[in-house]
């Protein structure tokens, strides 16, 4: 691949799709321009697509690309006897029976917790382990999607896997200790993942997302469904930090379930939350989140991490502006080396934990 070629780097997830040109696949580089569009069709990703990248009739824009399938998932397990892990029967029975995942149906990535080194039967298997991936059929129907807008995928990653190698090379950037609360709401489900440094160090799902919203705000307001409770909500028209209480309080719940057994088991308290993929309209969320838990609201300054990483702006194009949910864009650029003795440094690992 020729390192001057122009590249761009998109997430997309069942909100918006965000999108960086740069002059190149990967750092050293420099970040060209950005844009935002809501999600829609392959037709109008394909619009923007050619929109930034000026390309010829008929030619294919190289990609790297963050997916968020609906039937994604990110799982931490303590594997008591991990040798066992060395037997594929083995394993796939143990995803199947401990997270109700059938292997043969979906793409399953196996990595250290530890070190986010992927893990085989050739490299043997820690103790501590992340299952992630997402079913074999919806990636398909996500890379047509991605193929028919005419990007061509240098990498097609899951976005979630993404967004915590970006978060855990931030916190190692800016030298954040302590632990870290990353939240995905979804339409149907959430998922939470809390983060020391660059380690991930609890992943679980929530079963509650945006949609068990809907009827408390067609009670509050009496509308006359849920669609319409639907539409408002994720409209611009309307705020909702008033009704936020009540609208969280299932997620708040699970979330201080989970920030409470880890800081019982651990002994560390959670320092901050970050919540990825929302739109701009739902941004109250993290600060609503943020005081119920008696927590910071995580607000990344990206200017000076992707520096470290060998990546800057083009003059013109404005990174400090960029709100929270571009760290996901961001994760996708990282290229970081291992270090030549003894343990990686945490960025090694943020982006070593990547599907």
Known sequence: MVKSRKALFLEISEYSVLAARASGLEPPFVIEAVKEIAAGSPDELAAMVSEMMTLPAGQYA?????????????RRA???????????????DYVQSQFQIDPTKSVVAVL????????????GYTKDLIFAGAPFEEIKTRQQAIVQAGIYPERLELGSIATIAGLGSYLASEEIKSPTLLLEVTQDASQVFIMRGAQLDLARPIPHGLSSMFPIVQQELGLKDEESARKLFYSNTFDFTEMGPALLKKILKELQSSTGFYEVQTGQTIGQIHLSLLPKNLSWMSGLLARSLGIDALKPEFPDWLRSLGIEA??????????????????LMGKYEAKPEGKPDAKTEATNARA
Not at 62 to 74: A, E, L, N, S
């Open 314 to 331: 083009a003059p013109g194009c404005e990174l400090a502006a960029l709100d929270g949910r571009w760290l996901g864009v961001f994760g």
């Open 62 to 74: 190289h990609c790297v690309v963050g997916i968020h399938p609906t039937g994604r998932f990110v």
């Open 112 to 123: 250290n917790a530890e070190s986010g080194q992927f893990a085989t039967a050739e490299t």
């Open 78 to 92: 303590t594997m008591e006897n991990p040798a066992k892990a060395k037997d594929p029967a083995f394993l796939a």
